[in-house]
């Protein structure tokens, strides 16, 4: 079953401009939100966690249960934004996470 | 700072032979995950071990095998590689009892191409 959705595999926006990643989840019980992200030829990191409740890099993901979506958001995007971005999903122990199949951003000077 | 590394950046390979990843953490995590990645297909996981000698299969378990002789070490073994097992192999390491939750660090990854 598939877990975690990004819907865009691409997303282009101009310097400046708002831009909003899509995640929407599946999970029976309380799961932890992730968003990763993957600068060029630089291994993969965490970004921020829904727990946290941190803006990391102008960064926010608000959990919406009800939607079961942790769409990533930014007002005013960067060229140095430019990135490969996972959203993933952990059970509470961490044996199981799953990842999205990602979202290629191309911040457009 | 976590610290996972992995044995390779660049491996080439050839069809049939027997190939050994490697993958080393410094900070003690109980759990390691392997990983796939290829275009358009994301990250899929291989294996994970949630303890020494422990291990589950992933989503795509078929043509790989794993070991856990030791908490910080986790491998990934390839039988007979194949050239649809071309890809990049990332690492991972978690522990849901540190203060990042199930955060999972990431190795830099081996770029494995099987010809």
């Known amino acids: 079953a598939q877990r975690v959705t990004q819907p865009e595999k691409l997303l282009s926006v101009f310097k400046g401009a708002p831009v909003e990643l899509k995640c929407n989840y599946s999970?029976?019980?309380?799961?932890?939100l992730f968003w990763y992200v993957q600068y060029s030829r630089q291994r993969l990191q965490l970004l921020l966690r829904?727990?946290s409740r941190e803006s990391i890099k102008g960064f926010t993901a608000d959990l919406n249960k009800g939607e079961t979506s942790f769409h990533l958001k930014k007002p005013f995007a960067q060229e140095e934004d430019s990135a490969m971005y996972y959203c993933?999903?952990?059970?509470?122990?961490?044996?199981?996470?799953?990842f999205g199949t990602g979202t290629s951003l191309t911040v457009i000077p | 700072d976590v610290k996972v590394t992995q044995s390779s950046r660049y491996l080439v390979k050839r069809t049939g032979e027997k190939v050994f990843l490697e993958c080393v953490q410094d900070m003690d995590h109980e759990n390691m995950f392997w990983y796939r990645q290829d275009p358009g297909l994301g990250l899929r996981l291989i294996y994970f071990s949630y303890d020494v000698k422990m291990k589950e299969k992933g989503d795509i378990p078929e043509g790989y095998s794993v070991s856990r002789e030791k908490k910080e070490r986790f491998s990934l073994i390839l039988e007979s590689a194949s050239t649809n097992q071309t890809s990049m192999y990332l690492c991972?390491?978690?522990?849901?009892?540190?203060?990042?939750?199930?955060?999972?660090?990431f190795g830099p990854g081996t770029r494995l191409t099987v010809l």
């Open positions: 993933a999903l952990s059970g509470h122990s961490g044996n199981q996470f799953y």
């Open positions: 829904h727990i």
């Open positions: 991972a390491s978690s522990s849901p009892s540190g203060n990042r939750g199930n955060t999972q660090y």
């Open positions: 999970y029976s019980g309380s799961p932890e």
